[in-house]
């Protein structure tokens, strides 16, 4: 059984959207990916911090999906990062209102000994220099290593952000963050400048546009599903992650036409985080309702034409 | 052979775009349209007015193609209808500086005799009550009208903009336009909406994002081929609307999965018009490129994938 290594914030959230609000939550980059990749069939761990105000029943929410926590350190008399923001009436830009980095700021990452031979290690957003130690504790190189990142580190950690982007294979991304990385404005051309800089995979987030997935000269293209009711993005990026990442450390295949398939796992687990607030919808999220939505997205993309 | 009505301005257009700018160059929605729709082996007519200022070589462009202009109407003495407009650097927005209507403002249509029983009425971008005249007109219902409006007649001439939607089949319209028309955030909702409103087929365009297809409880999403560069988008929508109808009038088959087709074809066209100025890449696109482009678009999204 394939092995997922995950990095990635554990936090509280809260949030407000147009449709209401949230006081403290279950929030963090490695806890929705972690609740995507429990989907499928692997093991898998995190790595991150909490304080000790981070209650039982989120471990044991973890700990109920297969999700090894032996390496989620908790700090005593810490108190775990917290995050609290307010989404625009559009939902696709918001505002950060409060940013507790707390136990966070004096994280250093251990990876669990038994994942240190993982075969897909999946960074999550958090400092590329956290990034890096969890790359270099590993036994033997990954299969596979997937970054997720954004533009705080680009404006805040450049050199930092620009050596872990050299020794991963695919990078996720946001359209935005793309242009800002390469200063180009055609995603063609951004995503081609990328893969210069060492990931051989380019995946650019669009939101409720869709994704994007660049090889050498090949182009995939995952639609966001159109839902009736958007609640809360939070989570939603997060969730592509690890729907991409856990796929494909099950499937164990590396081929661009099975990470075309990891793109729409991707975004069919990210169209169910973003129909309640924050982990709501994924923590009790089965296997047949992610199965029946996958056949949607065929309905949406699949036609058959003939060239005369 | 099919028969395709279009109804729409021809125009002169002054474009200026982060790339470069030109002086008077042919435009207009029915110039697009045609062009797009001439793509297919189809008898198509142009209804609409010019000023004796536009030059012989722009009709030979039409009548080259096919393209029947006995009901393209010369206004002696008068001036074509002039729209300069400059885009800004993302190339998804514009202001426009001049809007001259010139002999457009007392624009009376009259369809030929021999299009009386056209197979598609495709009523490009007009005062809604134009289209409805040339509705009007019809010798017969017509097995399909497709309807591209913009959110000007929906701030200025709203009741007619609703009778026409009333009686038309397809309506293509932007996703800022759909939920100016019903308050509806959700593309979904908006969506359903709009098709009580009279559309069987509401075809929702997001630009560089692609373009859904709704009916009833059926959604179907084309990408927009993501390009290297886009040099002006001036005329995208047109050529969208004029491959999609173009397709459907050669093949007379209005079933969801033609449909469909349709709108994958009226991406394909679009894709061309952006990469040139104006008409420039439009005028001379060869059916050979326009089928092999075809097929980066079933690479761009077609995929398989098993459920467990």
Not at 157 to 164: D, G, I, T
Not at 224 to 243: C, R
Not at 261 to 276: D, P, Y
Request: charged share 25%.
């Amino acid at each position: 059984m394939g092995k997922l290594l995950i990095v990635g914030t554990v936090a509280f959230d809260a949030i407000e959207t147009p449709f209401g609000k949230t006081d403290k939550i279950l929030g963090g980059a490695a806890t929705y990916i972690s609740l995507a990749a429990s989907q499928f069939n692997i093991k898998s761990a995190i790595v991150s911090v909490v304080g000790d105000d981070f209650p039982q029943e989120h471990m044991d929410l973890f700990t109920n999906k297969n999700i090894n926590v032996s390496s989620l350190e908790v700090v005593k008399g810490g108190k775990s990062f917290y995050w609290k923001g307010k989404y625009h009436n559009d939902l696709n830009s918001r505002d950060t209102l409060v940013t507790e980095l707390n136990v966070l700021a004096d994280f250093s990452p251990a990876v669990p000994e038994d994942f240190k031979d993982a075969d897909v290690v999946m960074l999550g957003n958090l400092h590329p220099s956290t990034q890096m130690s969890v790359i270099n504790q590993m036994a033997k190189r990954p299969k596979l290593i997937v970054l997720d990142t954004m533009n705080f580190w680009m404006d805040n950690a450049l050199p930092e952000l620009m050596e872990v982007i050299a020794h991963i294979d695919v990078i996720t991304i946001n359209d935005e963050e793309a242009r800002q990385l390469t200063n180009e404005y055609s995603l063609v051309k951004a995503a081609e400048k990328i893969q210069q800089l060492g990931p051989k995979y380019v995946v650019i987030k669009k939101g409720e546009h869709g994704a994007l997935l660049f090889h050498k000269t090949e182009v995939f293209f995952a639609p966001a599903l159109p839902l009736e009711e958007v609640f809360d993005p939070t989570g939603a990026g997060d969730s592509f992650a690890g729907g991409f990442a856990g796929y494909l450390t099950e499937t164990e295949n590396i081929s661009f036409n099975n990470l075309k398939r990891a793109v729409i796992h991707g975004s069919n687990l990210a169209s169910f985080c973003v129909e309640r607030f924050g982990t709501e919808r994924m923590k009790d999220l089965q296997k047949n309702e992610a199965n029946e939505r996958l056949l949607q997205f065929k309905e949406l993309t699949q036609f058959d034409i003939e060239l005369q």
